[in-house]
Each structure stands twice: as C-alpha cells, then as structure tokens.
C-alpha cells in the first residue's frame, strides 16, 4: 500500500512562530501536494511539486513556503505563523500528471491539524 | 469561475440507499473523482469517471453525464461504517483538481 506519512497529526503554535510540517510518501510517487481543509470548504491547493526541487503556486500560496529536496520529502513552512493558518494541513501524493486514471489518484496523509494562538 | 456544488449534509438509515449528487461548471473536463473522508482521517478514494455512465463497485456506484455537469454516488444497503464525508472533485483541463466541499453523510440505525 501507498503510504503518505505526516510528522505531526497535531500542534499548536503561537503567532509569529516558523512551523515546519514534513510529508512523506514511499511509493516513489512523482507528484507531491500540500492542501488545507476548513469546514464548509472545498480543499484548498497550497502547492505542489512534480519532481525534485520544482514547486508551483496553488490557489492560496500566501503565507506558505515549500521545500522538496527529495523525491520522496514534501516540506510545508510557514514562515510567520498567523491565526487564519489554524487548519487541518494535507499532503497527498499521486503517480503522474495527466491521461490515466490510476496516475491521478490521489493518496493522502492522514493530515495535520495546526491550531495558531 | 469554476464551482463544484454538493449538498452540505444528508442523512439516511442503516440498511437504506442514498444518493449523494455533484454538480460541477469547470474549466475542461479530464475525470471526475469519488473520495471518502471519516472524521479525523485522511480521504480515501473511492471511484473515477471520465466517461457518461454508471460505474459499480460493491454496494458504491458512480454515475457521470458530462453533458449535464453531473454525477452522483450511490450507495446501498448502509452501514454505520458509511457515515464519513463524500468529497466530489473534477480534473480540469490544466488536469487540476477542483474540490466540492463535501457531503457529510449521517447514518442512523
């Protein structure tokens, strides 16, 4: 099985404080995404990454960083904590971009729940 | 600008069928994805479709008319372990995923 593992289920962080949340998968998946979930909402893409050292913007970049120095490592930062960042985090990984069905499936970890005080 | 619509919550009995609907306005069109989520877990896929039809899988089916914009999971005779969020999202042209915000699915004895 496909499995995605994220560092820390929970945490909690004060305003202004780094937070790192590490993501990895062991399938050698190509593709690697970081969401947020927040209730009434749709997943939001934060940014994703198709190969080792190349990330792209998603829908709500701001306030986050991302670091993929591994094929198999998907790093979230957020390098100034704020109190609208209090969300549920989720990494997925996923085969290839594109055409087949199997190569758009989505695997994801079982999230981390970032409360920002 | 592009929209998936599902409803918010749905509620059905144990041993029941329920059909939980999705509507969606995208850019493109390339597969729309079926996901379970229990509470607290990771979303777990469920079903693909990229082409009009019925697909079945157990007691879940998904069903597509692209021509409509809609799709549907059915799911039969229910269990309590049914009770999760069903999350709707499409493949765009640019082979993006656009997410509905998910039907929370209550199951009652």
């Known amino acids: 099985d496909v499995k995605v593992t994220q560092s820390s289920r929970y945490l909690v962080k004060r305003t202004g404080e780094k937070v790192f949340l590490e993501c990895v998968q062991d399938?050698?998946?190509?593709?690697m995404f970081w969401y947020r979930q927040d209730p009434g909402l749709g997943l939001r893409l934060i940014y994703f990454?198709?190969?080792?050292?190349?990330?792209e913007k998603g829908d709500i970049p701001e306030g986050y960083s991302v670091s993929r120095e591994k094929k198999e490592r998907f790093s979230l930062i957020l390098e100034s904590a704020s109190t609208n960042q209090t969300s549920m985090y989720l990494c997925?990984?996923?085969?290839?971009?594109?055409?087949?069905?199997?190569?758009?499936?989505?695997?994801f970890g079982a999230g981390s729940r970032l409360t920002v005080l | 600008g592009q929209n998936i619509d599902q409803p918010t919550e749905m509620t059905a009995t144990e041993g029941a069928i329920v059909q939980i609907n999705c509507t969606y306005q995208?850019?493109?069109?390339?597969?729309l994805f079926w996901y379970q989520q229990h509470a607290g877990e990771a979303p777990t896929f469920l079903s693909y479709?990229?082409l009009d039809g019925l697909e079945e899988k157990g007691r879940f089916s998904s069903f597509l008319s692209r021509s409509k914009g809609y799709s549907y999971l059915l799911l039969k005779e229910l269990q309590m372990k049914d009770s999760a969020s069903y999350l709707c999202?499409?493949?765009?042209?640019?082979?993006?995923?656009?997410w509905g915000a998910g039907t929370k699915l209550i199951i009652k004895p």
């Open positions: 479709n990229v």
């Open positions: 399938m050698d998946h190509e593709n």
């Open positions: 999202a499409v493949l765009d042209s640019n082979y993006q995923l656009i």
């Open positions: 995208t850019s493109g069109f390339n597969g």
């Open positions: 990454s198709y190969d080792v050292k190349m990330k």
């Open positions: 997925a990984s996923s085969f290839l971009a594109g055409g087949d069905s199997g190569a758009n499936v989505l695997t």
